[in-house]
């Protein structure tokens, strides 16, 4: 204890042909850090990067960085395919995250604060105040926050308190009246908003400077005050008698990662239920904890927390930024804000009554948030009260709140219909909403599975099966996201509404197997993992490689979210070495290692974060002009090939397949202005328009909207 980790020397020998995982995953992270210092964004956007950044990285301790530990503590020697050591994996990611910490605090201090000043949103310091509003929080405190707070004494006769996950707390020294040295914890209640809106004032300067930038009303009451502020200025009011020499905020994170062993699990809704509950006491993995902590403070916490030095971070900013998605919620001010977008409907207004109609007539694409999510709500809505339909079959991941599927998956179970829903339980962090939409379909009567043991169902699927003159009919929504109305206006997705007959075939056997007890392993047209994905997406770069190797002009267009996969990863390196021309479009992790002579010089691989969220996945190969094009749910990682059920599904309308191909793709690939390339030395550098036109392929899909 009190050790760091052992001193680890990365040789550049050990990973000439892969990326780290968790430094790859940093590196993305480091570009929405980007984002957050992108003085072209509207500032409160860049605010809600910040807030981003700092929920991507506390997930991140509470998954990857925990297992890391976990596996020095258990003396685990099973390397990735890198050859990093578990510490040196611990680290490389300490050493990135101290060297980032400056460009955190100045994002925050010295750049979005100011600025955000100067438009009339402020976040002020208690000890700056008028003493109005001083009045104005004090009385805040002893009449709303005082009752709810709980000193907890730290000495013989009191145990060390649980501090429980991303909890924020003061660590309080104080000497009574005989002059002995006193240790209490503070947890801040999470019952209260974490930013206090401060009220008008008439008299304010403030006021008038928004009235000459014609603002005032619309801001005038946008400033704030951090609410573990108000509770250091009011201390005394909790330890009366007492000296208060020092109270430094500080927090936890905890290890969240934990599996169900499903023949363990008897009742596997309870088994979720308890491993959230575990998450408030996993190991402590992270301890943040302001700068200015005095050196006995920082020992007490230390030990008392079980941690090594390399897992405490001292931190100049406010701690728990994450919290700065509040600012972003509570300010209403559009000029701050990127201007709203209003996503087209792709149905012909014509068929908007009857999408059956529309879908037999042809396959429709929909590409998210440009396309409206409408058409898959008003979808099931319609199968939910259509007489002729007789089945809706469907996957919920992550559902999100009051969703609006699930509502017209209850609805058509009241009205008749054979309504099965499969509840992956498993989603990480969403398990209690996922609880909550499991029971209320149970309770309306629908058909409620939790999915295969050992595996996460991850494949996004829709069916409706109906009854028509020349017999049933399925109808099929496929998609690359999640059956979430708000998500959809956030991140990219395609989804496909297809009566393929074959398709729709493949989907209503893909059910039985998740629904029953069926042990299909092959299927028509769609690539299902765990079983045949991996197996068919590399044939299909070997085969590229193949006709390359005797026609020429060999071409793999792959964009998703993340790629780490060694097997994939190889075959795409064989493929490179054979001459194929490959783009990759990886969002974040990308395990592959572009542009090194002789491995992978025709690999090109960009990222590119944005507006929106990246979350499409699409698979091309140009099999010598006979070109395949598969949409879906997986990206290539060990844990989607082997521990998920997922789905990719071919594009079979050549329309659709040309839209695609010939101008959706071409737009992301041409990106000057979002997109950032990688290098050969696992770094990526911002690309700039040169001589050429400005491209942004997000703003480019909202302008045109051609597909």
């Given at each position: ?243 208060i020499e020092n109270a430094v905020p500080f927090r936890v994170t905890r290890d969240a990662d934990f599996e169900i062993e499903a023949d363990e699990a008897e009742d596997l809704l309870l088994s979720i239920r308890e491993s959230v509950d575990r998450r408030r006491f996993g190991f402590v993995v992270r301890l943040q904890i302001e700068r200015k902590v005095s050196k006995k403070i920082k ?375 979002q997109c950032r390339e990688l290098d050969a030395r696992g770094e990526y550098r911002r690309l700039k328009p040169g001589d050429a036109p400005p491209l942004d392929s997000q703003l480019w899909m909202m302008e045109n909207q051609c597909w």
């Amino acid at each position: 204890m009190g050790e760091s980790v052992p001193a680890a020397q990365i040789h550049p020998e050990k990973i000439v042909e892969y990326i780290n995982r968790e430094l790859s995953w940093m590196r993305f992270n480091r570009r929405v850090l980007d984002e957050a210092a992108d003085k072209s964004k509207p500032l409160l956007e860049r605010v809600k990067f910040l807030a981003i950044f700092a929920n991507n990285l506390d997930e991140f301790f509470m998954i990857r960085v925990s297992g890391l530990i976990r596996q020095l503590r258990e003396g685990v020697v099973a390397l990735p395919a890198d050859g990093m050591t578990s510490a040196e994996q611990l680290a490389a990611i300490r050493r990135a995250l101290v060297a980032d910490e400056k460009r955190i605090s100045d994002c925050w201090n010295s750049d979005l604060l100011p600025e955000l000043a100067k438009t009339g949103v402020e976040i002020l310091k208690y000890d700056d105040l008028s003493d109005r509003h001083k009045k104005f929080l004090d009385n805040y405190f002893r009449k709303d926050i005082f009752p709810t707070l709980t000193p907890l004494a730290f000495d013989p006769g009191h145990p060390f308190p649980h501090i429980s996950n991303l909890s924020l707390s003061f660590a309080i020294s104080l000497r009574d009246e005989k002059g002995n040295e006193l240790f209490a914890r503070l947890k801040i209640p999470e019952s209260f908003p974490r930013l206090i809106r401060l009220p008008a004032d008439s008299d304010d300067k403030q006021d008038s400077k928004l009235d000459r930038m014609g603002l005032r009303g619309a801001a005038r009451t946008d400033r704030f005050v951090w609410i573990e502020d108000v509770i250091k200025a009011n201390l005394n009011m909790l330890f009366p008698g007492m000296t208060i020499e020092n109270a430094v905020p500080f927090r936890v994170t905890r290890d969240a990662d934990f599996e169900i062993e499903a023949d363990e699990a008897e009742d596997l809704l309870l088994s979720i239920r308890e491993s959230v509950d575990r998450r408030r006491f996993g190991f402590v993995v992270r301890l943040q904890i302001e700068r200015k902590v005095s050196k006995k403070i920082k020992e007490i916490l230390i030990r008392n927390l079980g941690l090594d030095l390399f897992q405490v971070y001292t931190q100049k900013h406010s701690l728990g930024i994450s919290s700065l998605m509040q600012l972003y919620s509570l300010v209403e001010r559009p000029d701050l804000k990127f201007q709203p977008f209003a996503p087209r409907n792709p149905i012909d207004p014509s068929y908007s009554k009857n999408l059956f109609r529309a879908i037999a007539d042809r396959d429709i694409l929909l590409y998210h948030p440009y396309d409206s999510f409408k058409p898959v709500v008003d979808f099931i809505f319609q199968a939910s009260r259509d007489p002729d339909v007789l089945a809706i079959k469907q996957t919920l991941y992550r559902a999100g709140s009051n969703s609006p599927i699930v509502e017209a998956l209850k609805d058509a179970c009241t009205r008749g219909k054979q309504v099965a829903a499969l509840v992956e339980l498993k989603a990480r962090f969403d398990e209690e909403k996922n609880i909550g939409w499991a029971r209320s379909l149970e309770s309306a009567g629908v058909h409620v599975v939790y999915g295969l043991p050992g595996l996460k169902t991850h494949a996004k699927l829709c069916l409706v099966v109906r009854r028509e003159k020349g017999g049933i009919k399925r109808y099929v929504h496929l998609g690359t996201g999640n059956y979430n109305a708000v998500t959809a206006g956030i991140y990219t997705d395609f989804g496909l509404f297809t009566a393929n007959p074959e398709i729709g075939a493949d989907v209503s056997d893909l059910f039985n197997v998740l629904t029953g007890y069926s042990t299909l392993r092959e299927y028509r047209r769609l690539l299902v993992a765990p079983h045949s994905l991996r197996r068919e997406i590399i044939s299909r770069i070997e085969r590229e490689t193949a006709v390359h190797n005797e026609f020429g002009g060999g071409r793999i267009i792959f964009k998703l979210n993340s790629i780490s996969n060694k097997e994939s990863i190889d075959a795409l390196y064989r493929a490179s070495q054979a001459g194929v021309k490959i783009d990759l479009q990886v969002r974040g992790i990308c395990c592959l290692r572009p542009g090194v002579e002789g491995l992978s010089e025709n690999i090109r691989v960009t990222s590119i974060v944005g507006r929106f969220l990246e979350h499409t996945r699409a698979f091309y190969f140009r099999n010598d002009g006979e070109e395949e094009l598969f949409l879906g749910s997986a990206d290539f990682m060990t844990r989607n090939f082997d521990r998920r059920v997922e789905c990719l599904f071919p594009v079979e309308s050549p329309v659709i397949r040309r839209a695609i191909i010939d101008t959706i793709l071409p737009a992301h690939l041409g990106d000057n202005a979002q997109c950032r390339e990688l290098d050969a030395r696992g770094e990526y550098r911002r690309l700039k328009p040169g001589d050429a036109p400005p491209l942004d392929s997000q703003l480019w899909m909202m302008e045109n909207q051609c597909w």
